[in-house]
């Protein structure tokens, strides 16, 4: 495929991936009293059924069997497996707990991250205004450490885990549906004993009715599509074009929080919220600036 068309298609499938997160807190939300764990563990185990699914009817196991004949990616996607379990938990656990907020600022955090992953581990440099940016964002957790006296951790963990998931898979550089289908193979094991053995209660949550059960269940299709559509623009555009396109989930999150499930939008909050999207502006500022100068310069040589 052309690479104009690759990253066309990487741009579809990041606007798909974003609308989706952006939207799925109203899913989870029609789960609250169910204990965290227990919709995560269900997103495992209906995420791993549709996943196989979608292998059968549309790819085959050819590629699956090509990842088994590579440890070194296995072991790595062994390891995105635990991060992105964790970043399932913790956004469930937020989303049920009215966190909503912090949710959403987690992911404003994220792009920004993102500028300062590739600084680390890609070689990537920073340009004067991205550190400005990056400057920024941390007077906005400085602004919530001081206002509320404690750390936002959830907006934290939310976008460093999320960030290190991104970075992974980029360098794991695999289809998105063979790595989500190992991701969620080795998260199966842990999902069904819990389920099956530890708790036996989890898994009456499929029989209470058929209303509530289509509704648990859809959680592997609620899980997958996003990530599926995450995983394919993560191979296809720069990190950095993901991260401006973020912008959109969390976006959504903060509308539904505050107009929809009516969370407290506190000054202190507003201005954390402004100083971040403030960082956001100089950062998206730089990169369109970078962007033109490099087309200038591609078009004079």
């Known amino acids: 495929m052309p690479q104009n068309e690759q990253y066309k298609h990487g741009l579809l499938f990041a606007f798909a991936a974003y609308i989706m997160w952006g939207i799925a807190p109203i899913y989870f939300k029609a789960l609250v009293g169910i204990d965290a764990i227990d919709i995560l563990l269900h997103r495992v185990i209906w995420s ?19 990842l088994f004949k590579t440890p070194k990616k296995l072991g790595l996607l062994a390891i995105t497996s635990l991060i992105i379990a964790f970043n399932w938990l913790l956004f469930i656990w937020a989303i049920n707990n009215n966190h909503m907020l912090d949710a959403s600022l987690g992911y404003y955090i994220n792009p920004l991250l993102n500028v300062v992953l590739g600084t680390l581990f890609l070689g990537e440099r920073l340009r004067k205004l991205q550190w400005a940016a990056v400057a920024i964002a941390f007077s906005a957790v400085m602004v919530e450490v001081i206002s509320f006296g404690s750390i936002p951790w959830i907006s934290l963990a939310l976008a460093g885990s999320f960030g290190i998931y991104g970075l992974m898979r980029k360098k794991i550089n695999i289809d998105a549906l063979s790595g989500l289908f190992i991701e969620t193979l080795f998260l199966l094991p842990f999902a069904l004993i819990y389920v099956f053995v530890i708790d036996s209660s989890s898994l009456s949550l499929i029989t209470t009715d ?3 059960t289509v509704l648990i269940i859809s959680a592997g299709i609620v899980t997958t599509l996003p990530l599926l559509a995450f995983a394919a623009a993560a191979i296809r555009i720069p990190l950095s074009t993901l991260g401006f396109i973020q912008y959109i989930g969390p976006s959504l999150m903060l509308i539904l929080a505050v107009f929809l499930y009516d969370e407290p939008f ?28 490099k087309r200038k310069q591609a078009k004079s040589s």
């Not at 549709?50 to 090509?66: D, H, R």
């Not at 402004?274 to 960082?279: N, S, T, V």
Request: net charge positive.
């Open 48 to 66: 791993f059924a549709f996943i196989l699914l979608m292998i059968v009817a549309i790819t085959g196991f050819s590629k699956i069997k090509q």
């Open 266 to 293: 506190a000054a202190a909050k507003v201005f954390t919220f402004a100083l971040i999207w403030i960082a956001l502006i100089v950062y998206t500022f730089d990169s369109a600036r970078n962007g033109l100068k």
């Open 210 to 212: 058929w209303q509530f």
